[in-house]
Structures are given as structure tokens and as C-alpha cells.
């Protein structure tokens, strides 16, 4: 009887050990789902803390594309989270210019986040081919870039940036600008070629699969103005990679002889690559920073006797880009306004410590102006 009370003992004993195992292991799996929980609800309150924190603006959209390659736009966004700014056929045929300043079909009511993402889907209409692509953006950079802001030289006041404006060039180039009182680039980006059909297409892009619109929308008279036409017809269409030259960059800065200039005095330059800028003349905003080749440069400045002046210069490429190449692309180089208003002379150099270039320029104007 004995042996069969300790028999018995021993098993309850041992299940007794069991249970408590059981019940531990029980409060182990009961942890491990309470910090699982813990850390999601963290991991979203963290999250819903960030995007309440978030800088938010009021910007809008924008596409171009160059003269000599007019595009179509299928569909496309410029996105981030629950907003997004679309593009589309309404668009219709883009043929702007390649980085031109311009507005885009309004904006939000209410600040937004910028976008972290950019999608475009195009036809290029000299190329007969549609591209299309999808990219993360920098959000940090433009997130600095629209808190440093930009000042208005002629009103002195800060001003922020008011626009986002994608490029798309031939061979599924594309560029993403940030405008406003200056326009900066903000990155390029390569799209792939694509297929879309009668079939696939969605809706609003019916009109391009009709034989009597393209007929009529792209005929060469409709998409180039004459000159440039001719031009085209006469030397070719611009090789792609054109547009990925323009962002090459040169450690230059402005520069006068001649005329005296004052702190509230400016520069303005338009670079091939889109870029743009209107420094004043002190040393903090005219430096040797790197830059795209220039297209347009004028100085703008008061004399003496109370008297609003500007010169004014425009550019081709092939003949300034051979007079950069002339410098390192780290040579420190002067852009010189060498001017004689009295003899109605305007000149133009790039000049470093061991040589000087003249540039030639095309509809110069060194003129008064009323302000």
C-alpha cells in the first residue's frame, strides 16, 4: 500500500512539474505576443509621429520637353503617401524647351508633404516610342533645398520654391527640377521603352490611336516652328546624350571691368542644363560653386548718377562649350563682363590665372532701363 501512495505521489508530483513547464512556457508565448504588439503599436505611433511632423508645402507640378523632341504624356505622378500630383493626356503636346521655367496646372488647397516618388509613362513623338519608369526621389534633398528658400533681388524678401518640373528627353532621359526664384536640378533618371496598344491604353489616350489625328496633330509644321525645322532638316536631330552633356560643370563665377557695381547689384544666368540663378554681387553669392555651362548671362546695375543699366548676352552651345573646355573643370574661372558704356561696348571672357578666352555672344544689349 505504501509503495503504491508513493507511486501515486511521484505521478501527481511529476505532473505537477509539467504544469507548471506548461504554464511557463505558456506565460513565455504570452510575452513574446505582448512585445510583438508593443513594438507595432510603437512602430506606428512612430510612424503616425513622423508624418504629423512632416514639413508640408504648397507646390505644384510641371513637364517639358525639349523643342526638338515633342512628347505625349500617358499617364504619370509626382507622389508621396496619400497625395499625389498626376499628369496626363490633358497635357496634350509638349514641346516647351528643354529645362524652361514654367507653371504647372495649379496646385493643393493645403501644404502637402513633397514627393518621394516620381512615375512617368510618355510617347516621344520623333522617336516613336513609348518610355515609361518609376523612381524613389530624394525627399531630404528637396527637403533642405525648399527650407533654405531663395531671395528675390528685387525685393530683397525670401521666397520659396513654387513648382516641380519633369523633363523628358529623347532615349527615356529624364530631369526633375525644383523653380522658384531660382531653378535647381535635382537629379536625371532613365526610363526603359514600353509597349502600349489600342488595346491597353486607358481612355483618355484613345485620340492617339485615330490615323486622322496624328496625321493632322504631327505634322512638322504643327510640332516645330519654320527656323527651327529647317535647322532640323538641315543638320539632324540633337543625339540624345545632348542633354546629359548640359549637366557637365565648371568651378566659375561672375566677374566686371569697367563699371562699378554695388551690394544690391546682380548677375543672372540660365544654364543649358535648366538650371537658374540671380546672384547678387557679394562674395557669399557670386562663387566659384560649380555650374552648367550658361545660355543667357546679363549683369544688372546702377551708375553714379542714379542710372539703371543692364548687359545682356545670349549663347550658343557648341561655340561657349569650346571655350570652357579650355579650362579644368576645377580650374577656379571668371565669366567677365568687360563693358564701356560710353562707347556702347560689350565684351565677354572667361578668364583664370594662366589664360583668357573671348566669347562670342549673340543679341547683346548693353542698354539703360527704367529700373
Not at 167 to 186: E, I, K, S, T, Y
Request: glycine share 8%.
Amino acid at each position: 500500500m505504501n509503495e503504491i501512495k508513493i507511486a501515486k505521489n511521484s505521478q501527481l508530483n511529476r505532473l505537477m512539474e509539467n504544469s507548471q513547464q506548461e504554464s511557463g512556457r505558456g506565460r513565455v508565448r504570452i510575452d513574446r505576443a505582448f512585445l510583438l504588439l508593443f513594438m507595432l503599436l510603437s512602430i506606428a505611433s512612430s510612424c503616425q509621429e513622423s508624418k504629423m511632423n512632416e514639413k508640408k508645402y504648397v507646390w505644384g507640378g510641371a513637364v517639358v520637353a525639349p523643342k526638338e523632341y515633342p512628347v505625349e504624356i500617358y499617364d504619370g505622378a509626382l507622389s508621396t503617401g496619400d497625395y499625389a500630383y498626376r499628369f496626363g493626356p490633358i497635357y496634350g503636346i509638349l514641346k516647351q524647351g528643354w529645362g524652361r521655367s514654367v507653371k504647372g496646372m495649379g496646385s493643393p488647397d493645403e501644404p502637402v508633404a513633397l514627393p518621394d516618388e516620381l512615375q512617368m509613362t510618355w510617347y516621344s513623338i520623333q522617336e516613336e516610342k513609348f518610355y515609361t519608369g518609376r523612381w524613389k526621389l530624394d525627399k531630404e534633398q528637396m527637403d533642405k533645398l525648399w527650407e533654405q528658400e531663395s531671395i528675390n533681388v528685387r525685393t530683397g524678401e525670401k521666397e520659396n520654391f513654387e513648382t516641380l518640373i519633369v523633363g523628358l528627353a529623347p532615349a527615356g532621359n529624364v530631369a526633375l527640377w525644383a523653380d522658384g526664384q531660382r531653378q535647381v536640378l535635382l537629379g536625371t533618371f532613365q526610363a526603359h521603352d514600353t509597349t502600349i496598344t489600342q488595346e491597353t491604353a486607358h481612355e483618355e489616350f484613345a485620340h492617339f490611336f485615330r490615323k486622322e489625328y496624328r496625321d493632322a496633330a504631327y505634322k512638322p509644321d504643327k510640332l516645330y516652328d519654320g527656323e527651327l525645322y529647317a535647322t532640323l532638316e538641315g543638320q539632324g536631330w540633337p543625339k540624345p546624350q545632348l542633354y546629359l552633356d548640359y549637366n557637365k560643370k565648371y568651378a566659375w563665377k561672375f566677374a566686371v571691368e569697367g563699371i562699378d557695381l554695388g551690394a544690391k547689384d546682380y548677375f543672372f544666368y540660365e544654364c543649358f542644363n535648366g538650371e537658374r540663378d540671380m546672384p547678387f554681387n557679394t562674395d557669399s553669392a557670386n562663387t566659384n560653386l560649380p555650374k552648367a555651362i550658361p545660355a543667357h548671362t546679363y549683369v544688372k546695375w546702377t551708375d553714379g548718377q542714379n542710372q539703371h543699366w543692364v548687359a545682356d548676352l545670349k549663347f550658343k552651345y557648341d561655340v561657349i562649350k569650346k571655350a570652357f573646355e579650355q579650362f579644368e573643370p576645377t580650374e577656379k574661372i571668371e565669366f567677365l563682363f568687360q563693358i564701356d558704356t560710353s562707347a556702347n561696348v560689350l565684351n565677354t571672357y572667361l578668364r583664370s590665372t594662366s589664360k583668357k578666352v573671348k566669347i562670342v555672344g549673340y543679341e547683346p544689349a548693353l542698354v539703360r532701363v527704367d529700373n
